[in-house]
């Protein structure tokens, strides 16, 4: 599958879960093999998580793939996060985001997408404030 999409040109947000059982060496480590493996265009990949230390750990391994650190809410300390990680964007809750955070993302040059938009108002609502793109559970309550 991953070979298809990749050979179509569509973008690939990847997010990474962490189960408390699992290393992220446990978890890291086949995913940078299967990505290798199956997929073509790391310009068009983003790996996201809001575990940190798989960010962190993707990062040494491959320092020049994207990585989006997700957050619900924005905390404070926010760009230590991100240039930990090299992060190229912030992906955050929506319904939590302010004007005044978007516009600190965007003015530090990070890209911001935000989950989950299931309305068109919603939607408009955020572009209105710069946002880059939206997650969704229904992409058909766009077209």
């Given at each position: 599958?991953?070979i298809?999409?990749?050979?179509?040109?569509?973008?690939?947000?990847?997010?990474?879960?962490?189960?408390?059982?699992?290393?992220?060496?446990?978890?890291?480590?086949?995913?940078?093999?299967?990505?290798?493996?199956?997929?073509?265009?790391?310009?068009?990949?983003?790996?996201?998580s809001?575990?940190h230390?798989?960010?962190?750990?993707?990062?040494?391994?491959?320092?020049?793939?994207?990585?989006?650190?997700?957050?619900?809410?924005?905390?404070e300390?926010?760009?230590?996060?991100?240039?930990?990680?090299n992060?190229?964007?912030?992906?955050?809750?929506?319904?939590?985001?302010?004007?005044?955070?978007a516009?600190?993302?965007?003015?530090a040059?990070?890209?911001?997408?935000?989950?989950?938009?299931?309305?068109?108002?919603?939607?408009?609502?955020?572009?209105?404030m710069?946002?880059?793109?939206?997650?969704?559970?229904?992409p058909?309550?766009?077209s």
């Open positions: 599958m991953l298809h999409l990749s050979a179509q040109k569509i973008g690939l947000n990847l997010e990474i879960k962490r189960y408390d059982y699992f290393t992220p060496e446990q978890i890291v480590d086949p995913t940078i093999t299967a990505l290798e493996n199956h997929w073509q265009d790391f310009d068009r990949l983003i790996i996201s809001f575990d230390e798989i960010l962190k750990l993707i990062h040494q391994r491959k320092p020049d793939w994207k990585l989006g650190q997700l957050w619900e809410g924005l905390p300390n926010w760009q230590d996060w991100v240039v930990a990680i992060a190229v964007s912030v992906h955050l809750y929506h319904a939590l985001l302010t004007k005044d955070q516009h600190a993302i965007k003015e040059g990070l890209e911001l997408y935000v989950y989950t938009v299931n309305s068109p108002d919603a939607a408009e609502k955020m572009f209105a710069g946002v880059d793109g939206i997650f969704t559970d229904d058909t309550v766009f």
